[in-house]
């Protein structure tokens, strides 16, 4: 049974950088064959995919994000990360890293409040 | 983008009944591959979504069988067919033909 982790802080200034890692446990990045994804969520409200990668490095990422955006991955580790620069209030939600490019394992969630 | 809609989007249900879930796309959802890609997700209370249907009609290990999942092109839905209390929870669609990959807005499902 793969699980996932989010972890990172909760609060992150405007301007500044959220950044959040993934842990895989119970199945590997580098072998499963499965894209690696960041959704999210904005507060009661619903789902928007930010972007995915595959462990050789491609990645696919969300237009409305793609200047802001990367997700990276450490096969040492056994997992993948998110940065989104520049963030405003706007980029308050709950993120939430997911197995699969249809979404198959989803970890529990990360609440992110940004707000000085 | 591609746009997901759903219908109805709050859908109050008397368990035992059955009850059916809307989703369209603003484009086919048939990839060059032949294969759509139509996802089905249910969110309950305070958890994260859970993946039901992929692929239009394809349940997932261990979704009940009173959930199914039928369509084609850009019109979709979701069956229950008898409705339970652990049902409760709000629907997504997912598209996942044309990047970026997108969610409808949700049907609220609760008990009458």
């Known amino acids: 049974q793969v699980q996932l982790q989010e972890s990172g802080p909760g609060v992150v200034k405007p301007s500044q950088t959220l950044s959040l890692t993934c842990t895989v446990s119970?199945?590997?990045?580098?072998?499963?064959?499965?894209?690696w994804s960041w959704i999210r969520q904005h507060p009661g409200k619903g789902l928007e995919w930010i972007g995915y990668?595959?462990?050789?490095?491609?990645?696919y990422y969300n237009p409305s994000l793609k200047s802001r955006l990367d997700i990276s991955v450490d096969t040492s580790k056994n997992q993948f990360s998110l940065k989104l620069t520049s963030v405003t209030a706007a980029d308050t939600a709950v993120y939430y890293c997911?197995?699969?490019?249809?979404?198959?394992?989803w970890g529990q969630g990360a609440l992110v409040t940004v707000s000085s | 983008d591609v746009v997901m809609t759903q219908s109805p989007l709050s859908l109050p249900v008397t368990p035992g009944q059955p009850a059916s879930i809307s989703c369209r796309s603003s484009?086919?959802?048939?990839?060059?591959?032949?294969?759509?890609?139509l996802n089905w997700f249910q969110q309950r209370p305070g958890q994260s979504p859970r993946r039901l249907i992929y692929?239009?009609?394809i349940r997932d290990s261990g979704v009940p069988d009173r959930f199914s999942g039928s369509g084609s092109g850009t019109d979709f839905t979701l069956k229950i067919s008898r409705v339970e209390a652990e049902d409760v929870g709000v629907y997504y669609c997912?598209?996942?033909?044309?990047?970026?990959?997108?969610f409808g807005p949700g049907t609220k499902v609760d008990i009458k």
């Open positions: 990668m595959y462990y050789s490095g491609s990645t």
């Open positions: 119970g199945g590997s990045i580098s072998t499963d064959g499965y894209y």
């Open positions: 692929q239009v009609s």
């Open positions: 997912m598209q996942g033909t044309h990047w970026p990959f997108t």
């Open positions: 484009q086919s959802l048939v990839y060059r591959d032949g294969n759509t890609y």
């Open positions: 997911v197995r699969g490019g249809a979404a198959l394992d």
